[in-house]
């Protein structure tokens, strides 16, 4: 990219954080992988969470202090760093040219509150990592499905999400996401999902008060790289 070239251009991710018990996606966001990002990213999820949770993320930097700014006291938070194969030699190199080498091991590591070393994973998040990628192919690279407007992307982005927690029957819950979260009562059509998104979207949902529950839900956060955008 030039220093010329609009912000919205070049490299788009989706940022993801799921609820590990119920399966749904409680927040997202896209756009770059920055500082700016994370905190619009993790202000919008304590905006829909109602109880304290146990968070857990990769080793991104601003992953604590912005946690720590949006929740306080209320959240128990840890890190899981992979620990990757360092043989990049030959053919290897070739082959991870799209993907990172083979993980060989995890680091643990609890940044503050008193999270569960059990509940201390992303293995669900990253689950929903291949769910997005094998459902909706704006992230198949070397394609010509692979996005290139920021604003189809996040349009296509929405629409999945909606999709996920209200339309489409988890197999481990024997129900969509939204009915085990209580938020529906029956599992959504097609056109009820298109009658939704034509309409005025809502309002922001609005922070609430500090809660002294303790832990009750794990939500796991993952950022995807979406596409390469452009003006075309």
């Known amino acids: 990219m030039e220093a010329t070239d609009p912000a919205a251009w070049g490299d788009s991710y989706t940022w993801i954080a799921l609820d590990a018990t119920n399966k749904a996606v409680v927040s997202y966001h896209v756009g770059k992988r920055s500082w700016d990002d994370c905190r619009e990213f993790i202000q919008d999820l304590r905006a829909r969470l109602v109880q304290q949770v146990q968070i857990t993320s990769d080793g991104y930097a601003p992953y604590a202090p912005t946690i720590r700014a949006a929740f306080g006291h209320n959240v128990d938070y840890a890190q899981l760093q ?38 201390i994973s992303t293995s669900y998040v990253e689950r929903n990592n291949l769910t997005i990628r094998m459902q909706l192919r704006r992230f198949t690279r070397l394609t010509n499905a692979f996005s290139r407007k920021i604003e189809n992307h996040k349009a296509a982005m929405s629409l999945h999400i909606a999709w996920y927690n209200l339309c489409r029957i988890h197999e481990t819950l024997r129900t969509t996401p939204a009915m085990a979260l209580g938020v529906s009562n029956h599992i959504w059509t097609i056109g009820e999902l298109i ?31 979406g596409g390469k955008l452009s003006h075309s």
């Open 82 to 119: 992979k620990v990757y194969d360092e043989d990049t030699e030959g053919d290897r190199r070739a082959q991870r040219r799209y993907s990172p080498g083979r993980v060989v091991g995890v680091e643990k590591e609890i940044v503050f509150g008193a999270p569960e070393e059990d509940k």
């Open 195 to 225: 009658e939704q998104a034509m309409q005025a979207p809502a309002a922001p949902p609005v922070a609430p008060p500090p809660s002294p529950i303790r832990p009750h839900g794990w939500v796991q956060l993952r950022v995807i790289q």
